[in-house]
């Protein structure tokens, strides 16, 4: 093939210039002798015109162009007379490279419900809609790199397979090479792990973050991003069992450092996606979320509030508002008392802090109060929960107390202890999920529409 020039990368410069350009015919329109080609190569949202006149000795076959069909077309850079796109095409060749028999293709120019999309996953990509998605995604991957690696924080890449179960919550998938149908026991009637592949009991992880604290105690500022599972049964709008997951880690630091880094990350990543994908997001504001610019903008400028939990309790108990689940301190906030926070009440972004410690995770620095721990959650509108995070307990005496109670001393984690044994510092991290900023900044509302292929309860096509 000759020379490939992406749609994206036409400008001014290329004016009365003849270039190649290869992609996906969108929809063909004819008028008297002229047809209208709209061109795609997932480059940019729109695509780009290009118009074949029927002096083209292929004409014909032009002039049946079907949704779908793979073309080259070879053509001058024009300034385009049509309202809303810059330049155009005038072709003087176009070669189809690969046909697309029209009727049976699925995708038809007329709107597809999103449910119907992930039916067809291996050719949603193809739509406007997760076209403009999976650009953000990519930008926004991209920035959550750039973020970090320019505040010299180390990439880390943590094990998928994992004996640790480091939210304690049990939600695993297991991991074996035993067969199935023929289990080894011991005396008890146990399945006998000592003869799987690993000598023990392994699971996909549910979290980087013990591994990043290991890193994190050698390197200072360490980040992971990669992906997590979780087989929580839990059918909704926003939980995946296999998601990916950036689990930053910074010594020295405590709670109120890490506040500031947050913010500063989450506007950061908003910033790059409005600076580059003005195109994508007033796509998807017109067809999706009526508010998105507006909302991006507004966390993008706003300072976040921070309230500690004791005092949203109370904010939740004297709103008068009737929620579903009862509010009392120690109850674990749902997404009506998160999103009644952040949208109504302060009306930004919400950095809840300073959780009853009987409600999280084992590892999180116990306060001067002995009731509550060092802990964060960032609450979006929209959304709810985005990120959790804390400081970690650093006290060898108090975080050995803490696994006793949990059930958790022994070999597997006594490395961890090491890291309170060994030079032990402040430390604290925070848990992104990475889906679920991708459906905020896109305003999509269902998290299967903003990952390739889905994993769900009951689903693993494609
Ligand atoms: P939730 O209460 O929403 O289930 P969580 O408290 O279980 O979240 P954490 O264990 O704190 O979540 O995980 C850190 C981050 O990972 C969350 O803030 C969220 O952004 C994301 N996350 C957690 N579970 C899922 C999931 N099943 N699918 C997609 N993202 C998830
Ligand atoms: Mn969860």
Request: aromatic share 10%; charged share 25%; hydrophobic share 40%.
């Amino acid at each position: 093939m000759t020379s490939r020039l992406r749609i994206s990368s036409i400008n001014e410069k290329l004016l009365n210039q003849s270039v190649t350009l290869n992609g996906w015919v969108r929809t063909r329109r004819g008028s008297k002798g002229i047809s209208f080609i709209q061109l795609y190569d997932g480059s940019n949202q729109n695509g780009i015109q290009a118009v074949a006149d029927e002096v083209l000795e292929n004409y014909e076959e032009i002039s049946k162009l079907t949704t779908g069909t793979s073309v080259s077309i070879i053509g001058k850079v024009v300034e385009s007379p049509a309202k809303g796109q810059a330049f155009e095409i005038h072709a003087e060749e176009v070669r189809v490279i690969g046909a697309s028999s029209g009727d049976l293709y699925p995708l038809q120019k007329k709107g597809h419900t999103l449910e119907f999309l992930r039916e067809i996953a291996h050719l949603r990509p193809r739509t406007n809609t997760l076209g403009a998605v999976f650009r953000l995604r990519n930008t926004l991957s991209w920035a959550i790199h750039s973020f970090f690696q320019e505040r010299d924080f180390l990439y880390v890449q943590t094990p998928i397979i994992t004996a640790n179960d480091a939210e304690g919550a049990g939600e695993m998938f297991h991991v074996t090479a035993l067969d199935l149908e023929n289990l080894p026991r011991n005396p008890e009637g146990k399945v006998d792990y000592s003869k799987d592949f690993f000598g023990t009991d392994v699971s996909l992880t549910v979290s980087g973050q013990l591994g990043a604290e290991v890193f994190a105690l050698a390197f200072t500022d360490v980040y992971t991003f990669g992906p997590t599972f979780r087989a929580e049964n839990s059918n909704t709008s926003r939980h995946l069992a296999e998601f990916w997951m950036i689990e930053p880690e910074m010594a020295f630091t405590d709670l109120q450092g890490m506040l500031v880094l947050t913010e500063e990350f989450l506007k950061y990543v908003i910033g790059v996606c409005l600076e580059r994908h003005e195109e994508e997001l007033e796509f998807l504001q017109k067809m999706y979320e009526p508010k998105l610019l507006e909302t991006l903008h507004h966390i993008h400028q706003t300072q976040f509030e921070t309230l500690t939990y004791t005092e949203a309790i109370d904010i939740l108990q004297k709103s008068g508002e009737s929620f579903e689940f009862p509010v009392k301190w120690g109850i674990d906030l749902q997404s009506e008392h998160e999103r009644f926070l952040t949208e109504k009440h302060v009306k930004k972004p919400l950095n809840l802090i300073d959780y009853p410690a009987e409600i999280k995770a084992f590892y999180m620095k116990q306060n001067a109060d002995g009731k509550t721990v060092a802990a964060m959650d960032v609450l979006f509108p929209r959304l709810g929960e985005i990120v959790g995070g804390s400081q970690r307990e650093d006290s060898l005496e108090t975080l050995s107390r803490k696994m006793k109670e949990h059930g958790l001393l022994g070999e597997t984690y006594d490395w961890y202890l090491d890291l309170r044994r060994f030079g032990s510092v402040p430390h604290s991290g925070f848990g992104l999920g990475f889906e679920r900023l991708v459906q905020f900044v896109s305003g999509m509302k269902n998290i299967r529409d903003v990952i390739p292929f889905p994993r769900v309860p009951g689903n693993a096509n494609f």
